[in-house]
């Protein structure tokens, strides 16, 4: 089901954003936060499934919407790295989870509010450039020639659409900078591990029964049971 959650604001408001559940009636037992980006479309399905497989398995959970994100009202250019980490910390302790999910780029955004596994961390510096890339190639295309050393600068210096997302001048500065992992508490959990073709490099997504089945195996054996 789609419920709503206040995310924090950087100016100490909130912001209503959607999250999906699975949770009935209890608090949800996992927090979900998806990779960034394109990533996160690609594996939105996914995730879902994987949720559903979790609570054929007693573990209830919830993916929400970081501002900006998904069907987030919030201006993508007014987002950061910074500001998401807020978020999902604060929907860690507005949901009341016993453990979280930071799958990819978004393994970035963990500040320990929670136990939490990290599944297939990579650094978002590495997902912004093949954005920066692949809008350098778009822009050549269509007869515009800027280099891919160009659309960084400008995203840096005054902000850029990059890929379809409008990237704000702090965030390209914190992508640019970002580093892997931020709690090294955390469990990792390799792709190795779950088996099959990373759906985040299809161009398309979708889904792969066995892969969540696999991950929502492991998942329910780190959170147990009540």
């Known amino acids: 089901m789609f419920i709503d959650w206040p995310a924090p604001l950087p100016d100490g408001g909130t912001s209503m954003e959607m999250a999906v559940s699975t949770a009935r009636k209890d608090e949800p037992e996992l927090l979900i936060i998806p990779p960034l980006f394109e990533e996160a479309n690609r594996m939105r399905a996914q995730l879902v499934l ?12 919830v993916m929400p919407d970081l501002p900006g994100m998904n069907e987030s009202l919030r201006p993508q250019a007014s987002q950061t790295l910074s500001a998401w980490r807020a978020a999902a910390a604060s ?13 990819r780029q978004a393994c970035v955004l ?3 509010t929670a136990p939490a596994s990290h599944y297939a961390p990579s650094e978002p510096s590495k997902l912004f450039r093949a954005m920066v890339r692949a809008q350098s190639l778009a822009e050549k295309e ?20 990059v890929a379809g997302w409008d990237i704000g001048r702090t965030m390209a500065q914190e992508l640019c900078e970002s580093a892997e992992v931020t709690n090294e508490a955390a469990t990792p959990i390799t792709h190795e591990e779950i088996g099959g073709r990373p759906l985040w490099l299809s161009n398309e997504g979708g889904v792969d029964e066995r892969q969540a089945q696999a991950l929502a195996k492991v998942l329910a054996e780190r959170i147990g049971t009540r």
């Open 50 to 61: 994987m949720m559903r497989m979790l609570q054929d398995l007693g573990i209830s959970s």
């Open 91 to 103: 929907a860690a302790k507005h949901f009341g989870v016993r453990h979280a999910l930071y799958v």
């Open 110 to 112: 963990d500040t320990g």
């Open 142 to 161: 269509a007869g515009k020639d800027r280099t891919a050393s160009q659309i960084l600068d400008a995203a840096s210096v005054q902000g850029d659409l």
